[in-house]
């Protein structure tokens, strides 16, 4: 699989950061390894990913991404039933990057992706 570079995934983040509302909250955006989580964020906006991700499909670097930065959008750290509802919106609208997916998918296979890479996310 190809990988993409550090400064194409920050700029994912961005892109991302923008449709979500949240580019003004990102202190730094970190890319280093981590062994027991796919990302990370603070509560003063540093975001830090695992620089795996830079070999992963782009469809679960938006998942990632968009679960930290919801982190962000919604200024703590719970799981609860409205932030799941805003990744898988999140997730469901991107349709010209799933387009080959039909919709509804994405929220499940965001769990399911997960849960079997062994790693969680922040
Ligand atoms: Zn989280």
Sequence with gaps: ??????????????????????????EEICLR????KWASCSSRGRLTF?????????SFRAEVIVHELIHLKL???????????????YLQNSTGMK???????AGNRYDGELKSSGKGVG
Excluded: C
């Design 99 to 105: 387009s080959q997916e039909p919709e509804g998918l």
């Design 33 to 36: 390894y981590m062994k027991r």
């Design 1 to 26: 699989m190809r990988e993409v570079s550090r400064e194409v995934f920050k700029e994912e983040v961005l892109a991302w950061a923008r449709r979500i509302g949240v580019t003004d909250r990102i």
């Design 75 to 89: 200024g703590n750290g719970s799981h609860g039933r409205l932030f799941r509802a805003l990744v898988k919106a």
């Design 50 to 58: 695992d620089i795996a991700l830079l070999s992963q499909p782009a």
